[in-house]
């Protein structure tokens, strides 16, 4: 399982690192900064390295809604060590 770095994070994008994060249920095909799921749930593995002090964690996610679509919101829950964060 791939360690996550801290000053590097998670890069969604055509040129970033989601594929060493053994990426569930998001599309093979990404954009420039983005990867979309595909599927109803999508999940990521990572280690922490070990910390001497608490870890806060900051997900940025956004909805592709174009107008028109049956779609008007999407739900973004996050887990962490199977209990919500």
Do not use: H
Request: aromatic share 12%; proline share 11%; hydrophobic share 40%.
């Amino acid at each position: 399982m791939q360690v996550l770095d801290f000053n590097t994070g998670i890069d969604f994008g055509l040129t970033g690192n989601l594929k060493e994060f053994s990426p569930a249920g998001f599309s093979p095909r990404p954009d420039k900064v983005s990867t979309w799921s595909e599927k109803p749930f999508v999940e990521l593995n990572f280690r922490v390295p070990p910390l001497r002090r608490d870890l806060g964690i900051a997900v940025q996610v956004f909805p592709f809604l174009p107008e028109g679509a049956p779609v008007t919101k999407q739900d973004c829950w996050v887990y962490v060590n199977g209990l919500g964060a």
